[in-house]
T-cell receptor, first 114, second 114 residues
Framework: NAGVTQTPKFQVLKTGQSMTLQCAQD?????MSWYRQDPGMGLRLIHY???????DQGEVPNGYNVSRSTTEDFPLRLLSAAPSQTSVYFC?????????????FGPGTRLTVT | GNSVTQMEGPVTLSEEAFLTINCTYT??????LFWYVQYPGEGLQLLLK?????DKGSNKGFEATYRKETTSFHLEKGSVQVSDSAVYFC?????????????FGKGTKLSVKP
């Protein structure tokens, strides 16, 4: 198993550009999520999905879009990048069900918006 | 929704010292409790977990006990090593919908000096 993979590892964007951060998992997990990590802020939830075709907003969704067309993939789209979106982005996945399962995290994407 | 309060860092200890990182939470229902660790430049990985009251999670010499009456899940290690230097995150996770999201504290940075 590759686990949770994220691409790219690093990205520099100019203000106003758009891009998609890729996330994939090969564990057949129903639940997937995106977090951003900023110094002194911990991890904050951007969007999450409980299964293919189902997405919902987390704590800080503005400026980001997601879709879930397959179980494996959960891309995060930045529509018009802003310097405030400079951060490290983590994707995570887990089983759903009657017991809250642990989440598995990807290695992260470090994004800089100039 | 769920929330977490962790002791503020950074925490600096000498090798072989005793470690305690306090964590208290508020959560809906009966959450599972997790400690995640993030080593420099890496994503988060599960350190230990507990799923019901009085359960003790343990791994790599770290322990934490699920205290429902005090809504706490403090992390302890009897003798820290330089390799334990990392950021530690406490997180409750409830079941179902947005309550199934993993909500993190701000993290506690631990530095262990030889």
């Amino acid at each position: 198993n590759a686990g949770v993979t994220q691409t790219p590892k690093f990205q520099v964007l100019k203000t106003g550009q758009s891009m998609t951060l890729q996330c994939a998992q090969d564990m057949n997990h129903e639940y997937m999520s995106w977090y951003r990590q900023d110094p002194g802020m911990g991890l904050r939830l951007i969007h999450y999905s409980v299964g293919a075709g189902i997405t919902d907003q987390g704590e800080v969704p503005n400026g980001y879009n997601v879709s879930r067309s397959t179980t494996e993939d959960f891309p995060l789209r930045l529509l018009s990048a802003a310097p405030s979106q400079t951060s490290v982005y983590f994707c995570a996945s887990s089983y759903s069900g009657s017991l809250p399962y642990e989440q598995y995290f990807g290695p992260g994407t470090r994004l800089t918006v100039t | 929704g769920n929330s977490v309060t962790q002791m503020e860092g950074p925490v600096t200890l000498s090798e072989e010292a005793f470690l305690t990182i306090n964590c208290t939470y508020t959560a809906t229902g009966y959450p599972s409790l997790f400690w995640y660790v993030q080593y420099p430049g890496e994503g988060l990985q599960l350190l230990l977990k507990a799923t019901k009251a009085d359960d003790k999670g343990s791994n790599k010499g770290f322990e934490a006990t699920y205290r429902k009456e005090t809504t706490s899940f403090h992390l302890e290690k009897g003798s820290v090593q330089v390799s334990d230097s990392a950021v530690y995150f406490c997180a409750p996770r409830s079941y179902g919908g947005s309550q199934g999201n993993l909500i993190f504290g701000k993290g506690t940075k631990l530095s262990v000096k030889p």
